[in-house]
Structure formats: C-alpha cells, structure tokens
C-alpha cells in the first residue's frame, strides 16, 4: 500500500484523541515479529452487546479538503490515478485488491474494509471508548494497514468475522492480511479470544519472516 502524507498527518492527530476520560500520548513505531506480535495482544472474551454500526461515525472529510476517508484512501491506494472532479468525485484509476489478487478497474467496485471490523473492534475493547475515539478509530487514516481498498466481494465475504473464521482467498495474501490484522489490534490496544488467539498461532507458522509494525495511539 501507498504511504501518503494526509494519513502521517492524521496520525498526530490521533493520538491527541480520548481513549476513555484520560488522554492518550504519542507512542514511538515499533515493529516485532508476527509470533511476538500475536503473544503481545491481551486475551480477553468478546461482548457485542450494546454494538451499533452509527457509534462509529465514519466516512467523514476530516481535513476539510472535499474528500471523506472513503476516497482519501481510494486515491491513496490507486495503482493507476483517478480523475478527482467537482466534490471530490473520483472516476477512472485501477486498483489492486489484495484479498483475491484482483485489478479493478474504476472505483464502483470497491469497498473501503475497515481492516478489523468495526463490530469486531467493539467487542475487543471499542465498546468502553468514547465517541470520540470510535470515530478516529473508523477514520484511521494514520497507518496504512487500518483501511484497504478491496474489491466489494471480498469485503462482504468479509463481513465482520476475525481471522479463525475467514482469512483472504487469495494464498499469498494471507501472512500479509495476518499482518495487518495484528498490527492493527495492537495499534489501537484491541483485545483478541482464546479462539482468535489459537488460530493466529496456527496461521502464523507459515509466516516466519513476517513483521508487525505499528504505532499506538
């Protein structure tokens, strides 16, 4: 994925934001190991109780630019520039869906997937954040692994579901995705199960030379 300026930016900006009542400071990037990765995310049980999509404001134009989160990661990941009209409308460009190794011409096939699901990130701890938090977290345009253009398909297949119940169909994508997923977690101090746990382990041992990298916010 791209590196882009406008999400070094955002995250300065996160890290200025809530966790619950005590404000957050900014953390050094680290990176470790998958497997060290993995024993490093606290074990917790998953509750979804009291969950719903609209406590995570999402898509919003954050720098006041004319462009929502959605398109200022459609226009980061670009594999070929778009065309950016009048309101940020985006039209032509190629993308490279990493799910399932896909090229998609054009943005109407695209989905924006929030790399851990919002649902999922609720029952790993968003659930005690503020409002506030839970909109930094849905907007996450800081680190490049939070959100990922991927071919609509993919990301509905997706759905909500963590890694011991859908992994990318794509066999070369997987050390990647698992990647992602962890730094993620770590990234924003998410809890995993006993079942996530005991399958990212298993999923991990073909991913030897794979790093996390990630900063708290």
């Excluded at 619950?20 to 953390?27: G, L």
């Excluded at 993308?95 to 997937?113: E, K, N």
């Excluded at 005690?128 to 907007?139: C, E, K």
């Amino acid at each position: 994925m791209i590196k882009t300026t406008a999400r070094a930016f955002a995250a300065a900006a996160l890290a200025l934001l809530p966790l619950t009542t005590a404000t957050t400071t900014a953390h050094a990037a680290e990176t470790l190991s998958l497997h060290d990765g993995i024993e490093a995310l606290p074990q917790a049980a998953e509750s979804r109780d009291g969950y719903e999509r609209t406590k995570f404001k999402h898509w919003i134009d954050e720098d006041k630019d004319g462009c929502n989160t959605r398109a200022e990661v459609l226009l980061a990941e670009a594999a070929t520039a778009p065309t950016v009209g009048a309101g940020c409308k985006i039209t032509g460009g190629t993308w490279r869906s990493y799910y399932d190794d896909t090229t998609v011409q054009g943005p109407s096939g695209l989905d924006i997937d929030h790399m851990v699901p919002l649902a999922e990130a609720w029952d790993s701890g968003a659930s005690q954040w503020t409002a506030a938090r839970r909109q930094a977290y849905a907007n996450d345009l800081g680190a490049e692994r939070s959100l990922v253009a991927v071919t609509a398909k993919s990301n509905r297949s997706k759905a909500d579901q963590d890694p011991a119940q859908w992994m990318p169909p794509a066999a070369d994508a997987q050390c990647t995705y698992l990647s992602d997923w962890v730094s993620t977690k770590l990234r924003w101090s998410l809890t995993i199960d006993r079942t996530e746990r005991d399958t990212l382990r298993q999923l991990a041992a073909g991913c030897e030379s794979t790093d996390v990298e990630f900063e708290r916010v």
